[in-house]
């Protein structure tokens, strides 16, 4: 790398809006989060940006001046070869976190695609997005086999993830870093003057962030400079990000590729944090590094929180951790395991289509006072919207579509959770119908199921496809499913609806047991009914045990899989 002196060259004059004095006058700028990271190099150049286990099994710690430098080498690289779509197949490494400052620098969309999908899955987005660069981890090069089959031409940039920048060790990623610094150096050393750091416009893409697409193709949401810049400022607030003494340590457990990490790759570099990345989610390393390294804060779905609560490393921490919770709705059972662990959950609850958390659950004093299972029951309320967005609304579904009409905050009628303000997303890349369902009557539909209660707070019941009618009464799975795991012996529970000749429709519950458990459906059943305080006309008649819930990549529990399941389908 370059040296210090001109590594922060230019970085202040990132500061003063390019070209001097705006046709807005000299109170305003453009809203990039890529802002933050020249900004954090200029302020603490030696402060710990990365610390990361590689593949050759050491330990790596760079600076953010290094970061800053190695996020500029990049950007530089793509513009002389004029990338303006690069793809991103990676897990949670040191290289995702430069691409994702770099790609924006240079003025390009990065597109980060999960590699946990299947290769026609990955060419299909790679595909779609009109990528014309893709940044990929040397063990993840086969996920584009079938891609490479129907673009032969698209550079392949292939990063081995190891200590090494030069030599035998480094690999192509390294040499495009390199590459780019000395295009800088040899057209005038600009340094981050010559990038974008501030955008062009900030209602410009920043990114492409793909859906599942458990029930269809995936749909590409498209994320701006500004909303991406003003939901990592919400999570800088909401999640408690910025330390009065010391910097936080971030465990990146959530994958960067879900929703860009929920915008904290940004939040955490505005507060000048470190980022702990992890290749992949091991519960004996994750206790270690919370035990060892000190983390204060990392993000996780309930399912991983549960399996790491009842991981056999599991024990309680001296200093507390904040935990930000999403990607489907908690137990009061979770937080109560959570807290025992000085695990402090921050429930959050959001989409993709909202640069992921939008609201939050606001702890109250008041709570303070209530038993522990209370006060939990109130945290997994998904709460009010986020200080960057506007009020979250629940609406009626029983209406014709674009009549936007608000349920009774009574906290018993059930609407749609729908959202407007800053933190939504510009639409679909290249699906305008898909926009337009989306915004119908001007509100972001989220298609989740919800009551409004009378503080303004709002409470999931369930995804409108989820929602259990039998015999005219609504049921909740996901109420079910959280009663079910008050079981001292239930570690995860999935409710579907199966069909009834009487009723209807009823649920049927698919769980699995804690290590050195044995349960049967039958004994689940019997204390449902006898012990559990379950509503009778809720419990379900079937229960099956099975070894593991099929899931998403970040942690929801796959329904479609589990109503094939209850249809017979194989488990393969």
């Known amino acids: 790398m370059s040296g210090a002196k001109s590594r922060l060259s230019g970085l202040l004059g990132h500061f003063v809006p390019q070209g001097g004095a705006t046709e807005h006058g000299v109170n305003f700028h453009t809203l990039s989060p890529t802002f933050f990271l020249p900004r954090a190099a200029a302020i603490e150049p030696e402060a ?75 060419a299909y987005i790679f595909t779609h997005s009109d990528v014309d660069a893709i940044i990929v981890d040397q063990e993840l090069l086969s996920r584009l086999r079938s891609y490479r089959a129907l673009k032969p031409n698209v550079p392949i940039i292939i990063d081995t993830d190891t200590d090494a920048t030069e030599g035998q060790l480094s690999g192509p990623f390294d040499e495009a870093v390199l590459e780019g610094l000395k295009y800088d150096s040899d057209t005038g050393a600009k340094g981050w003057t010559a990038l974008e750091s501030q955008a062009a416009s900030e209602d410009d893409l920043i990114a492409l962030a793909y ?7 995936p749909k590409g949401v498209e994320f701006t400079h500004r909303g991406c810049y003003l939901a990592a400022m919400g999570n800088v607030i909401e999640s408690g990000l910025n330390q009065h003494y010391g910097r936080c340590r971030y465990l990146w457990i959530l994958p960067m590729f879900h929703a860009m990490g929920w915008t904290f790759p940004w939040a955490v570099t505005a507060v000048r944090g470190t980022h702990y990345c992890l290749r992949k989610v091991d519960y004996p390393q994750i206790w270690n590094l919370l035990k060892q390294e000190h983390i204060t804060h990392f993000n996780a ?8 609560c009842n991981s056999k490393e599991a024990e309680r921490l001296p200093v507390p951790v904040h935990v930000t919770v999403a990607a489907s709705p908690p137990t009061p059972r979770l937080f109560e395991q959570m807290t025992s662990l000085n695990l402090h959950p921050v429930h959050v609850y959001g989409m993709t289509e909202t640069y992921g958390p939008i609201t939050k659950s606001y702890y109250m004093p008041s709570w303070d006072n209530l038993p522990s299972g209370d006060r939990c029951k109130e945290m997994t309320k998904q709460g009010h919207g986020f200080v960057t967005s506007l009020p979250v609304r629940v609406i009626k579904t029983d209406v014709p579509e674009g009549i936007v009409t608000d349920v009774r905050r009574d906290g018993t009628e059930i609407g749609e959770i729908v ?56 049921i909740s799975s996901v109420a079910l499913e959280s009663m079910l795991v008050n079981h001292p012996d239930i570690l995860e529970a999935g409710v579907v609806a199966v069909p009834d000749t009487h009723w209807g429709e009823r649920p049927k519950a698919f769980v699995t047991v804690k290590s050195g458990k044995r349960l049967n459906g039958q004994e689940i059943i019997d204390w449902a009914r006898n012990v559990s305080d379950i509503s009778k006309f809720m419990i379900p008649r079937e229960v099956e045990v099975v070894a593991e819930l099929p899931k998403t990549n970040t942690g929801k529990i796959r329904k479609n899989v589990l109503r094939d399941w209850a249809k017979g389908a194989s488990r393969a």
């Open 301 to 308: 779905a309930p399912t991983v929180n549960t399996l790491l």
């Open 48 to 122: 710990e940006a990365i610390h990361h286990i590689t593949t050759n099994n050491q330990v790596l710690r760079r600076s953010y001046a290094e970061l800053a430098d190695r996020a500029r080498g990049l950007a530089y690289y793509l513009k002389k070869h004029g990338s303006k779509r690069v793809g991103i197949l990676c897990p949670n490494t040191p290289a995702f976190l430069e691409s994702i400052f770099g790609i924006a620098a240079a003025g390009a969309v990065n597109v980060a695609v999960n590699y946990r999908l299947k290769e026609d899955e990955i």
């Open 211 to 217: 859906t599942s697409g458990t029930t269809a193709r």
């Open 419 to 474: 959202f407007i303000g800053n933190i939504c997303a510009r639409g679909y890349y290249k699906d305008p119908e898909a926009t337009r369902k989306l915004f119908a009557g001007g509100v972001l539909h989220s298609g989740d199921l919800a009551v409004w209660h009378a503080n303004g707070s709002v409470q999931i019941q369930d995804r409108a496809k989820d929602i259990i009618i039998s015999g005219g009464e609504n």
